[in-house]
Structure formats: C-alpha cells, structure tokens
C-alpha cells in the first residue's frame, strides 16, 4: 500500500515516481476523486477566513507592554502577540487621524484617495464613493460587514448626511459610529449613530461600549454560515479621555494612570471581542488585526502616551507619529510567537485581507499597499511603491517622509529641505546623514519627487489646492 504525504492543509500529496509536475498534479487529482469517492464525501471548497481589524486611535508604538512598557498592564494585547506576529516597524499611513484611516479602507495613499487631511472642520475632503474599500469588495463576493467605533471619514457637517456616503455606502451593512471622537469623552458618549439613526447618551465607557455592539452583532445579527469583515475602530486613547475607575486604578496614584488606564480599557475591550470569538467557534477561522492610526498624543513623560524613545509624536513625519503597534494573529497560518521586522504599514491591510479572501486587487487605479502573507512566514515584501508619507499638520520640518528599505528621508513642507536617515540602525533618527551621503540623498530624493508626481496627478488635487477649504491651524496648503 502506498502512503500518500500530506501538504499543511491536509491534503493528500501524489508519490512521486520520477513524473513530471503536470503528470504528479494529474494523479495527485485522481487520488484525491478516488478517496472522495471510496468515503462517500465530496470535495469541499477551502473555507475562506472571517476578517476582524481592531484599531486603537492615538495609540503609541511604546503603549503596551509587548511593545516594552513596564508599566502599562495590557494583557490582551500581549496574549494576542503571542498568538501571532507582532511587528516592530508597524506605520500608520499618515501621522494624523482621518488620512490614516482612509489608507486602511483602500489600499491608497492618502492624498492619492482625497482623504488628504484630518476631517473635523469644514473641509469639501471625504472618502468618495468612487474609492474601492476591501468591505465593499468583500461584500460583494458574499462577506457580512460589519464598522462599530469611529468613522471620521467625513467633515463634521457631512456625516450622517444623504448628500454626502456614510460607512453603509462603503460596503457596511451594519454599522454604529461616531463624527471623530466620542462626546463629550469616552465616559457616556452621546454622538453614536446606528445605521442612520442617532442613538442617544449610552451608559459606560467607549471602547467596551464598542466592544460590546460589535459582540452583538456576532451573536443575534450575523448570519453563522457566512464569512464576514467586522471593523472595530475604538476611541481610546484620543483626548479628551475618561477612564473607568477599575483600569485607572490599577496604577495607584501615578501621574499618568488616567492615560495608562485608557490603555487598559481598551485592551479590555480587545479581550471581550477575542472572548466572543472564541465562544463562538469563529477564533480559528479569524484573521485578526490589531494596530493604531498614528502616534500618541500628549507631552510623553510621566503624562500621556510613548513612542517608545522615538523622535516626534502625532502629526509628525519622524517616527514617533507614525510608527505604531501592529499585531496579527490567523491560527493555523502564523506561527505563534512570532516577532517580524518587515516594514508594513496600515495600506498593507486593504491588499491583505483580498489576499486571504482570494479576491484581486482593482486593476484601474494605483493600490501603494502589498499583501502581508509573505511577512507572516517571515519573509520580505515586494513593492511597487515606497513607504510614503506626507502630512499636513506636522512640524513644518517634517511634513514629508519615504522610505527604502533600510533608508529614509524626512522632509520639510516646502519639499527644499531633507535629512537622510539610516532608520535600520538609527531608529531614532538621531543620526542625520544627509551631509555624508549626498548621493544616497540626491537618490532618495528623486523617488519621492517621483512619488508624490504621481500621487498628484491621480488624487483630487482641487482639494487641497481650493482657498475655501479651511485646514486646521499650523498647516500650510501642501504644494
């Protein structure tokens, strides 16, 4: 009798008698209708993954203790870096809120996609319906969807409005969200909306409050044989915050244990969700996405979030504001424990989760994101793209950033001035090598001229070039 090999799948994997591929593929095939046929069973199609993404806003790269803090107590966070792939050199794909997030839904740079600057005034920017969102990709090849938290994808005027899309034009059938942040604090918000409809003061605190509607939807709205995307875009920790007595205990009468216990609040609320998952059977099957819109906000020290010794914070093109924690846990497909140093960034997402879902990338419009499958073994990522960054209300020093490989240039807002930096070993950037290499600048320089030539010729320029929008103060209209 001939003992088959199986692949990680499972599956039966033809001997191998000298035949050529097409020939072993061929048996490999037969084998598999004869075993089907001896067992009365079928062949049945690979069950595609439920897509979970958890995103935490304003949270720092040093903000959790996997990531290196000592003193903040995040012990969901940590379990779920045990139980996948964290990544060190995880980016935001802007330093600031609303740009960010629009990368995560397309797969865009953000001035490639319009959503170009932090959307709390009255500003014409908004994420188009003529954008492709993986939600809307994914409904439509039979996915539920599902965005609970903030939305911050329309100007303040514009939200909850007919004239302008809401997450349910996006590809949500469901959703709960907020403007921006949680009113007037994460403490008895009174600004969610549920599919349309304002839903008044809820009683608690945010990010469970989130946790809690997207559980819901799990368990009583989800229909249990369908696949699905559940966004959940929590508030914590953005001011003004507010912090359950029993997380902001837990650090006595430190300083900061208003800010650390936000952490744990929603680290909490994380739990809850990987709780539910597992309950209900859905954890193997899951791939989770755990990371943050930018760096922390506040001064650092004893108050407010860390970048973990990084230069610069939120809004900012240095490290600090726009690195960030970034964890995936997929069972069966990431080896638990593991730690990757692969740069990724939060446009990587939309490529991904198609990857997994077996659905091609849009192929009339430029994606700057790359699928993150290889990362998970370990492995490099190819892009067609640099790492690109550029935002509006940075330092007037650092507005624009790009990154190759192990180098990375930071620009000021006019695009005269650069630093070089060798960000593998200097992650600090503290170490500029613009003077000592100038042709490694004048190289670096010329990509991102290029670059960002591009992004301006494909994005809706007229938004960021119209007097009448009105950006937020410190900014500059970015040429």
Request: glycine share 10%.
């Amino acid at each position: 009798m001939i003992e088959l090999d199986v692949n990680h799948f499972g599956i039966p994997l033809a001997p191998n008698f000298g035949l050529s591929l097409t020939m072993r593929t061929i048996l490999m095939l037969c084998t598999l209708l004869v075993i089907s046929a001896q067992a009365g069973l079928t062949v049945a199609e690979p069950t595609r993954p439920n897509i979970v993404v958890f995103l935490a806003d304003d949270m720092g790269w040093g903000d959790a203790g996997c990531y290196g803090s000592e003193l903040i107590k995040s012990p969901n966070i940590d379990q779920l870096a045990s139980q996948g792939v964290r990544f060190t050199q995880c980016y935001a794909a802007c330093g600031v809120c609303s740009p960010s997030r629009s990368s995560i839904l397309t797969g865009r740079t953000p001035f490639r996609n319009g959503v170009w600057q932090h959307l709390s005034g009255i500003h014409e920017a908004h994420l188009r319906t003529s954008e492709i969102t993986y939600p809307k990709l994914l409904k439509t090849a039979g996915y539920q969807t599902c965005h609970v938290g903030k939305w911050h994808l329309n100007s303040r005027h514009q939200f909850n409005s007919p004239e302008f899309p809401q997450p349910g034009d996006h590809g949500y059938d469901y959703w709960m969200a907020t403007h921006n942040n949680a009113e007037p604090s994460h403490q008895n918000p009174i600004n969610f909306v549920r599919n349309g409809k304002p839903v008044g003061e809820l009683k608690g605190f945010s990010a469970p409050l989130v946790a809690q509607e997207a559980i819901h939807w799990l368990n009583e709205i989800r229909i249990p044989d369908k696949p699905f995307a559940l966004s959940i875009w929590v508030h914590e920790p953005h001011h003004p915050i507010a912090t359950d007595p029993q997380f902001s205990g837990k650090y006595g009468d430190h300083r900061n244990r208003t800010y650390m216990g936000n952490i744990t609040q929603l680290d909490f609320a994380l739990g809850t969700v990987m709780d539910a998952l597992e309950a209900k059977g859905l954890a193997e099957n899951t791939l989770l996405i755990f990371t943050s819109d930018n760096g922390p906000e506040g001064r650092g020290g004893p108050v407010g979030g860390s970048t973990g010794g990084l230069r610069g914070r939120k809004r900012d093109d240095h490290e600090g504001g726009i690195r960030v924690p970034g964890i995936v846990r997929w069972p069966g497909h990431i080896k638990p424990g593991t730690v990757s140093n692969t740069p990724v960034i939060g446009s990587d997402i939309f490529a991904t989760v198609l990857h997994v879902a077996g659905i091609a990338l849009p192929a009339d419009r430029t994606i700057d994101g790359v699928s993150l499958l290889p990362a998970f073994e370990g492995k490099p990522v190819e892009r067609k793209v640099p790492l690109f960054w550029r935002t509006h209300v940075s330092r007037p020093d650092s507005r624009v950033a790009l990154r190759i490989d192990e180098w990375k240039i930071v620009g000021n807002d006019t695009m005269e001035e650069f630093e070089l930096f060798q960000i593998e070993n200097d992650p600090q950037e503290q170490n500029d090598l613009s003077e000592a290499m100038p042709e490694k600048l004048t190289a670096m320089k010329k990509t991102l001229f290029q670059v960002w030539a591009d992004i301006e010729a494909e994005g809706p320029k007229e938004w960021w070039h119209n007097p009448k929008i009105r950006p937020r103060r410190g900014s500059t209209v970015p040429y």
